[in-house]
């Protein structure tokens, strides 16, 4: 349906990166916080797993972005290419918003920067140039960063902020595609704003709105259903002896 | 017999093993530990949100010798660990009623 009304949807930015960050939130909503929430403290699990998660991430988002282009060609090529830009571009952006704000730059930034770049370029890979894929980019690691602000403030529990991130990234990524596509890179696509369509970037807007709607309610109901007939949430005492235990009886680190 | 235990910043470690290497003791034994005294705990920062993590880490030695050698063992160990900051650690020292050796069986003072 969305591409019937001519929205641009390059790799799935809006159908993978913005409907589940709708549904995330529906689920974060439904399940509710954890139970030590506000008391428990935050350090990341494993940072250095984190670290190389998101560089397998970066290297197989190529498959992800330039392989939407469905041969290896030119297009493939330049979706490569703009993948590539926005992740570091976000990256460094993430970074250096981190740095001023919260005083100290982090590598759980530099990785959470890099997905957001990636995230966000995902709509437009194939529609827009390098230098676009290099504003994006550096605009994913500004605006995800201020969503994850914006997380703490609401208190809803997104530990790995797929709402921030993969929502907000969507949704930027997916309007940018509107105001930088460009027929010249991609004339199968279509121009978007800043090419003399500025007809694209409301398109787009009604992809997103229609995406977070349609996620962002089915999840809710499909979620209170599935909690109403079984049951979503383990009991508390669950909860605190770890769902390791608890609902697979395994030791994930040794006895 | 005297246990000797310190709780000292694990930084200083080392410094205090090469210094009691200089003295006569038996033996030693170090663990990781976390705690706290009068120091505050450090900030720390995830995806912008500081936290305050309380319980510190530091390292435990644990050393037990007779009576005589025990003055000489802490002074080591204070005059190594201490960097003027809180958070330098405590040196406890306790009262031991015996020790056996398990190689040969030795017990009292012979054991250690």
Redesign the interface.
């Known amino acids: 349906w969305l591409g019937g009304i001519g929205a641009l949807d390059f790799a799935g930015g809006t159908v993978v990166h913005i409907s589940s960050g709708a549904a995330a939130l529906a689920a974060a909503l439904v399940i509710g916080r954890r139970r030590d929430y506000g008391s428990a403290?935050?350090?990341?699990h494993n940072l250095p797993l984190t670290i190389l998660g998101a560089a397998i991430l970066w290297f197989g988002w190529f498959g992800f972005n330039a392989a939407s282009a469905l041969a290896a060609h030119g297009l493939a090529a330049s979706a490569f290419v703009t993948t590539h830009l926005a992740a570091a571009a976000a990256t460094l952006s993430w970074v250096g918003i981190?740095w001023l704000?919260?005083?100290?730059p982090?590598s759980?930034?530099a990785a959470?920067g890099c997905v957001a770049g990636l995230v966000a370029i995902t709509p437009a890979a194939g529609f827009v140039g390098a230098m676009p894929a290099v504003i994006i980019g550096l605009l994913a690691g500004l605006v995800c960063?201020g969503a994850?602000?914006l997380k703490?403030r609401a208190a809803y529990d997104d530990s790995l902020?797929v709402v921030g991130i993969h929502g907000a990234g969507g949704t930027l990524g997916a309007l940018a595609t509107g105001v930088f596509a460009s027929t010249a890179v991609n004339p199968d696509g279509a121009d978007g704003l800043l090419f003399g369509n500025p007809g694209q970037v409301g398109t787009q807007a009604v992809a997103v709105l229609a995406t977070i709607g349609y996620a962002f309610v089915v999840s809710f109901i499909l979620l209170k259903l599935v909690d109403v007939v079984v049951g979503l949430r383990v009991t508390g005492e669950e909860e605190e002896i770890g769902l390791d235990q608890s609902q697979h009886s395994e030791a994930a680190y040794g006895a | 017999m005297k246990k000797v235990e310190a709780i000292i910043r694990p930084e200083c470690a080392e410094r205090v093993r090469a210094a009691l290497k200089e003295l006569s003791y038996p033996g030693l034994t170090i663990s990781d530990v976390k705690g706290h005294g009068a120091q505050k705990g450090m900030r720390?920062?995830?995806?912008?949100?500081?936290?305050v993590?309380e319980l510190l880490p530091k390292v435990k030695l644990e050393i037990v010798a007779v009576d005589d050698d025990v003055p000489a063992i802490v002074h080591a160990i204070v005059k190594n660990a201490r960097t003027g900051e809180e958070g330098d650690g405590k040196i406890f020292v306790l009262p031991i009623e015996d020790a056996v050796r398990v190689r040969t069986g030795d017990e009292g003072d012979n054991a250690i």
């Open positions: 403290v935050l350090s990341s981190e704000h919260g005083g100290k982090t759980l930034g959470s960063y994850v602000q703490w902020d | 720390q920062q995830w995806r912008g949100k500081e936290y993590v």
